[in-house]
């Protein structure tokens, strides 16, 4: 194992950490399955952030099974957990990599073992490119593959490849960026631009293919989405024969696809890699693994809609839902409302508030039907109960939640449970 992720493991719990019961002394992060808790009953400190880790399985099956089916390849985009543990495991299942935003989210996995990166950001100026030049140098083995869509991106970029004193025949890959609503080359003239900057600088850094991000240009009209994304798509293959004209012989990356319109991205892009023969499609997609109770629900419902999800008799259905949060009731100062113990502080809350999906009381697991939560304090939920409700203070209430991406960011360890609702993992993250 690599001496980072071994070190991890090692690394000591104690109560300072939501979820883990006060009083309990240090324990390191690999025996925390042994203590045999179970959110449901109470055995943690709540709130309490967990992985079902057999939906993460399952999602993970899938979306490898995709990818095998449409001929290409994944570097999860490691932003959403920011767990080294998961990221090295999905690069041991399959993946191709891992993607990260920024330079610290690189230095993590780097130290974890997962070498091969695209960094799918542009990282700011020359100050940001001998830092990038420095994180190079200390890791050798990196593979790292990085976005530009201007010349002055070029510039960092050159910039590190200096500072990171690689040896001859080591140049750092460039990927041009193409896009619109976000970062990206906006035409032909920018992406021109781009490609000169690149060529001034031989044996510092080389054109390694073409990078866009789709979610930038959807909208709330399902059509006006398809429809700019199919010229993103164009404009990204466009821009892919420009690189290989000037790379006839090297092999070439095409990358794109977050969680929601992966499928615009396959049936767009992977014709190009194909008909290329010296080109992979990879894709990024990271919240998948985990999906959710609302933003990605509603987005893998529009997907199957569209008949998008093509990989034997599954759909995007299957994907299971993996994140829930635990809350107990703390009062019920009134009729029609119940005070929770979490809020802004524990949960996403920019797209969908949490939903309950269950209550659990001495053991039993009741209906959570009628519940809805209507606001968030900083540590407060609110919930509208129905009449009729007897939810009463000390109840466990499960919640789904939506968007994993700024859910998990708030925690510093998340507690993987097994089947039997019982916790076997503990996952460190590292979100800065």
């Known amino acids: 194992m690599n001496s980072f992720l071994d070190a991890l493991l090692d690394s000591s719990l104690d109560d300072s950490i939501r979820g883990v019961p006060p009083g309990t002394a240090p324990l390191r992060l690999r025996d925390v399955g042994a203590r045999g808790w179970r959110p449901a009953a109470g055995d943690m400190a709540l709130p309490v ?43 041991e299942a399959g993946a191709w990599g891992a993607t990260v935003a920024n330079l610290q989210q690189a230095a993590v996995l780097l130290r974890a073992g997962v070498t091969r990166l ?25 593979d790292l593959h990085a976005f530009a869509d201007s010349p002055a991106a070029v510039e960092t970029l050159a910039a590190a490849a200096h500072a990171a004193g ?40 080389f054109l390694d293919g073409v990078a866009t991000y789709e979610g930038a240009v959807a909208t709330s009209d399902p059509a006006e989405t398809a429809a700019n994304i199919a010229a993103l798509m164009q404009r990204t293959a466009e821009a892919f024969a420009l ?34 023969g010296n080109a992979t499609l990879v894709l990024r997609s990271g919240a998948i693994f985990f999906h959710d ?30 994140l829930r949060l635990w809350a107990e009731v703390l009062t019920r100062p009134e009729p029609g409302l119940a005070i929770c113990g ?52 000390g109840d466990i209430v499960e919640f789904g939640i939506s968007h994993p991406c700024t859910c998990i960011d708030r925690w510093r360890v998340l507690f993987g449970l097994g089947a039997d609702g019982r916790v076997r993992t503990a996952y460190r993250t590292f979100f800065g």
């Open 293 to 322: 109770h609302g933003v990605y629900e509603r987005a893998l419902g529009a997907l199957d809609a569209r008949r998008g999800f093509a990989c034997g008799g599954a759909t995007a259905a299957d994907f299971r839902p993996a």
């Open 243 to 276: 690189v290989r004209a000037l790379a006839p012989e090297r092999p070439l990356l095409l990358t794109a696809g977050g969680s929601a319109f992966f499928d615009m991205v396959v049936a767009g892009l992977a014709p190009v890699a194909e008909t290329d």
């Open 166 to 205: 690689r040896p001859p025949g080591r140049p750092l890959p460039v990927l041009v960026e193409v896009g619109a609503g976000r970062g990206g080359a906006r035409d032909r003239a920018a992406v021109d631009a781009i490609l000169a900057a690149v060529l001034r600088h031989p044996g510092l850094l």
């Open 49 to 91: 952030l967990t992985l079902d880790e057999d939906a993460f399985a399952a999602n993970r099956d899938l979306i490898f099974a995709y990818a095998r089916r449409h001929g290409v390849a994944l570097a999860p985009h490691a932003k959403t957990p920011m767990a080294p543990q998961i990221a090295s495991g999905l690069v």
């Open 342 to 393: 979490f809020g802004m502080r524990d949960s996403s809350f920019d797209q969908d508030l949490p939903r309950p999906l269950r209550v659990h009381r001495d053991g039993a697991a009741l209906s959570a039907e009628g519940l809805r939560v209507t606001r968030l304090n900083d540590q407060h939920a609110f919930l509208a109960v129905p009449a009729g409700n007897d939810l009463a203070v």
């Open 118 to 142: 695209i960094l799918g950001n542009e990282i700011g100026g020359l100050a940001s490119g001998n830092r990038l030049g420095a994180l190079l140098a200390a890791h050798p083995e990196a």
